[in-house]
């Protein structure tokens, strides 16, 4: 089980893997499939967000965090709308993007692990599912129920 929602738990925030890539290692592009081209068949984390323009800031989001041993093809799956388990699929089922025009924005920050052992990326992925609480994460990196205290909110 997933809890969503950004946690207020400092302990959570505090236990940061001894492997998490450092913010000048992680790399923004808009979710759309010209961007494909840009990704290497590497391993490593993303973090797909959701930003919306309200009074003319930008406020940001994580809606999914995964891990792949190829970022390249998982972007590509995630974008293609055809299969039934795709990000945009789900973002379009679920939110009804695509009625709300310009105010959304959806981006994929992702960040290279090549050197890691996939047991250490997924120790990251599952502090980033912690601390946002994703609300289209189904399942939980490692085994185990998160239990601690979160903040609920939602959009509109």
């Not at 925030?13 to 290692?25: A, H, V, Y």
């Not at 601390?131 to 189904?138: A, E, L, Q, T, V």
């Amino acid at each position: 089980m997933v809890n969503y929602g950004w946690s207020k738990d400092r302990n959570t925030w505090n236990n940061i893997p001894i492997n998490m890539p450092e913010i000048d290692k992680w790399k923004t592009i808009p979710f759309n499939i010209n961007q494909n081209i840009l990704l290497k068949k590497e391993r490593g984390l993303y973090i797909i967000s959701m930003n919306s323009l309200y009074f003319n800031q930008s406020f940001s989001t994580p809606i999914y965090v995964g891990h792949s041993i190829n970022l390249y093809e998982r972007f590509t799956y995630h974008i293609n709308g055809h299969f039934k388990d795709s990000m945009l699929k789900r973002i379009k089922n679920d939110l009804n993007y695509k009625s709300h025009g310009d105010s959304f924005k959806i981006q994929y920050s992702y960040c290279y692990m090549k050197n890691e052992h996939i047991k250490e990326i997924k120790k990251c992925e599952q502090f980033l599912i912690d601390i946002y609480g994703p609300k289209f994460n189904r399942i939980n990196a490692s085994r185990g129920i998160r239990s601690e205290n979160i903040i609920k909110g939602h959009l509109g």
